[in-house]
Structure formats: structure tokens, C-alpha cells
């Protein structure tokens, strides 16, 4: 299975359908890459007393999330084993309530990458500083700040990448 807008497909159709309805608000989000899917659900707000404060609402949130971790712990596990099984790529889970999104588990996938010295010299600028413990945290590090700041583009990246793939997927076959 590749990284296609079809395979993103047919797993957030098989989630929707192997999940439990009372789990999320919604259909999961479905994050796919080489190696690994994200499932993203949503869930309901908790209920607060009127007048709460933001402190007592952002609690409220971080146990109900919490919750809902330890509730489904072994029901997750499970149906993550059925799709890492039929899918050969491993599962992660994650949710967002509110405003927070929290991922439970994820991979951590080594990435082989040469760098010429003014790169390098950029990475242990960062470890010197102590923003980063290494040169590999240096590079996760700037790859994240890239990935936020330059979200828009991104998107429309990745957008023209699903037009190029259907443009493929529909020329002759050899």
C-alpha cells in the first residue's frame, strides 16, 4: 500500500467501521506514512460547572482524555495488532478534546541524511545552546519548526501531490 489518497481511504474506512461508535465524535483522523498510521479521534468535551475556571476546564479535559486512555488501553492494543497485521505498518493512537491533541504512542524512525558543514554548523548551534541534546534532536527540532511555520504550503504541496498521483493512476498502464 502506498501513501495514496485511496490507501488513506480505505484505512479511515476500515477504523470507522472496526472502532467502537461511542469512542470518538466522528470518524477518526487517518495519518498515514511509510511506516506507521495515526489515528486521531475525537472526543467530547467534559462537563464543567458553569463559570469554571480555565484552569479547572484544562484539567477537566487532561483526565477525561486520561480516561479514556486507560479505558480502551486493551481494546486498542488489539485492534491495532489486527490492523498492523492486515496493513504492515505500525499503529499509533492519539485524541483531541478541546484544544489539546495528545498522541499516546508513536513511532520514533531513524532518517540516514548528509549534511554539508553549514548544516551541521546549524545543528550544533542548536545542541551548544542546549535547545537540542544532540545533533539528531537538532534536526527533529528543525524539521517540526519548518512543519509549523510552513503548514499552508505544506498542504498545498501535499495537495498537488494527490493530483499528480491521480493523473498517474489514470494514464496508460505498462
Do not use: Y
Request: net charge negative; glycine share 6%.
Amino acid at each position: 500500500m502506498t501513501t495514496t489518497e485511496g490507501a488513506e481511504e480505505k484505512l479511515r474506512g476500515w477504523f470507522s467501521g472496526r472502532l467502537p461508535d461511542e469512542w470518538f465524535e466522528g470518524p477518526p483522523r487517518v495519518v498515514l506514512d511509510r511506516e506507521e498510521i495515526g489515528v486521531i479521534g475525537r472526543l467530547a468535551e467534559p462537563e464543567v460547572a458553569e463559570g469554571a475556571s480555565e484552569a479547572e476546564r484544562s484539567e477537566a479535559v487532561a483526565g477525561q482524555i486520561q480516561r479514556f486512555r486507560e479505558d480502551t488501553r486493551e481494546h486498542r492494543v488489539a485492534i491495532a495488532r489486527e490492523a498492523e497485521h492486515r496493513f504492515a505498518r505500525k499503529v499509533s493512537w492519539g485524541v483531541e478534546c478541546a484544544d489539546e491533541k495528545v498522541m499516546f504512542t508513536t513511532l520514533s524512525v531513524p532518517v540516514m541524511t548528509r549534511l554539508r558543514q553549514p548544516e551541521r554548523r546549524v545543528l550544533d548551534t542548536l545542541v551548544d545552546a542546549g535547545v537540542a541534546r544532540s545533533r539528531s534532536d537538532a534536526l527533529a527540532w528543525c524539521v517540526r519548526l519548518v512543519g509549523k511555520n510552513a503548514d499552508e504550503w505544506l498542504a498545498e504541496l501535499r495537495d498537488a501531490l494527490l493530483h499528480v498521483e491521480r493523473a498517474r493512476a489514470a494514464g496508460p498502464q505498462v
